[in-house]
């Protein structure tokens, strides 16, 4: 019976992946391969905030040809004990949806989490919306860590057990974008952003 059971648990772990391998990646330009613009489909520029600690984040991000023997790969650089972030696009939100996301990194301190936005009370809402006409409203739990390997980590987003208060916050998000930030050197090499 437990030898059944342990073949079963294997065959459903390798649907889930082939289910994952197949799923349509949500994150344009996921592996800042795009020759013109390596941080095409990304929020970057903060200047907008006027937040001194994010004023100049976009200069603190460049995308190197070659890093760690992987190709293509976001260097993060942190800022003191302020940090440095990268978001993903804003993706629409739908209710009853599961979003998942894996995104392959090293070094830090660094914290991956989703971010939930609705529209700012002024703003009328639109098709192609920017962080600056929203407000942040939810975030999930976060994967906060350090690596030296190259590692990749997954997210997801109602969760396996959402607590009613986490589901009370995302009733109220329009958009998420996965959310990066770093206190020290970090890179990545890919985003992967799937719907199920």
Excluded at 72 to 77: F, S
Aim: hydrophobic share 35%; proline share 6%.
């Amino acid at each position: 019976m437990r030898g059944r059971r342990i073949q079963w648990l294997v065959m459903m772990a390798c649907g889930l992946s082939v289910a994952w391998a197949h799923a349509q990646n949500l994150q344009p330009n996921h592996d800042f391969s795009d020759p013109d613009n390596p941080l095409r489909g990304w929020n970057y520029d903060y200047e907008w905030t006027g937040n001194r600690n994010y004023v100049g984040n976009a200069e603190r991000l460049s995308v190197l040809p070659h890093e760690g023997g992987r190709r293509n790969v976001l260097q993060i650089m942190g800022l003191g004990d302020v940090g440095s972030k990268v978001e993903s696009k804003l993706l629409p939100f739908e209710e009853g949806v599961t979003y998942r996301a894996r995104v392959n990194l090293r070094g830090g301190p660094y914290r991956v989490y989703f971010a939930g936005y609705s529209w700012r009370r002024n703003v009328t809402p639109h098709d192609n919306p920017t962080l600056a006409e929203l407000r942040p409203v939810y975030r999930s739990r976060a994967v906060a860590q350090t690596a030296r390997n190259w590692q990749s980590i997954e997210l997801e987003i109602p969760g396996i057990e959402p607590t009613e208060l986490s589901l009370r916050h995302l009733r109220q998000v329009d958009f998420v974008t996965v959310y990066l930030w770093a206190l020290r050197m970090t890179h990545v090499e890919e985003v992967r952003i799937t719907r199920h």
